[in-house]
Every structure is written in structure tokens, then in C-alpha cells.
């Protein structure tokens, strides 16, 4: 399985951006493509993930209201729009690909099997 992450860049406190990430071999439709994100000095964190078989989505309560999923099925594409952007929502934001994922373990980065490249998102005040 191979993900694509693309769609960063940089805008100021308010502003909107849509990340886009494409996954390339799920040899499963029972499968989650979550958002993580990482700034600088902390760990890596959970943001929002999508259950492909049936289009259940999760997210972090920092992101809840502000960040919303949608995917193209037939492109294998999840988008995560991000709107009411603040600074802090600055970090490398990754998709990645996890399987067998259920509502206790789905925000645990160390569950997911495969990582895109991130891609960096910049909030400016």
C-alpha cells in the first residue's frame, strides 16, 4: 500500500486548506486512512480517520467542528478539509493506512501499518 498526502501550504489564523490523500493497493475495503499530525518537539497525534467499508469517520476533539472528511471512492482518495484554521493546528500532517482498526485503538498512530509523506501545514497569526 502506498499513500500520497498532498494539499499543504500556509495561511493565516481563519484561513481554510484541504489536505487530499490517495491510497495506491488497499487489497481490502475493510480498511481506515486516518490523519495524524506532528509539530515540532511533540509526538505525533491524531487528528481524524475515515472507515472505508462504511464511511464512519472519527476525530480528535482539538479538530472536531473545524475539520471534516469526505472521499472519492473511486479514486481510493480521502480529503480532510480544515477550516477556522488556528496557529496551533500548525504540524506535518501524514495520512495513514491501518486495518482491523475499532473505536478504542483508531487514534493510536502505532496501529497503522503504512505512512504517506508528510505534508506541512503553517498557521500564521
Known amino acids: 500500500v502506498q499513500l500520497q498526502a498532498s494539499g499543504g501550504g500556509s495561511v493565516q489564523a481563519g484561513g481554510s486548506l484541504r489536505l487530499s490523500c490517495v491510497a495506491s493497493g488497499p487489497p481490502s475495503r475493510d480498511y481506515v486512512l486516518g490523519w495524524f499530525r506532528q509539530a515540532p518537539g511533540k509526538e505525533r497525534e491524531f487528528a481524524a480517520a475515515?472507515?472505508?467499508?462504511?464511511?464512519?469517520?472519527f476525530y480528535a476533539d482539538s479538530v472536531k467542528g473545524r475539520f471534516s472528511l469526505s472521499r472519492e471512492n473511486a479514486k481510493n482518495t480521502v480529503h480532510l478539509q480544515m477550516n477556522n484554521l488556528r496557529p496551533d493546528d500548525t504540524a506535518v500532517y501524514y495520512c495513514?493506512?491501518?486495518?482491523?482498526?475499532?473505536?478504542?485503538?483508531?487514534?493510536?498512530?502505532?496501529?497503522?501499518?503504512?505512512w504517506g509523506q508528510g505534508t506541512q501545514v503553517t498557521v500564521s497569526s
Open positions: 475515515l472507515r472505508w467499508n462504511n464511511g464512519g469517520t
Open positions: 495513514a493506512y491501518g486495518r482491523g482498526l475499532i473505536a478504542s485503538t483508531i487514534r493510536s498512530p502505532d496501529r497503522y501499518l503504512y
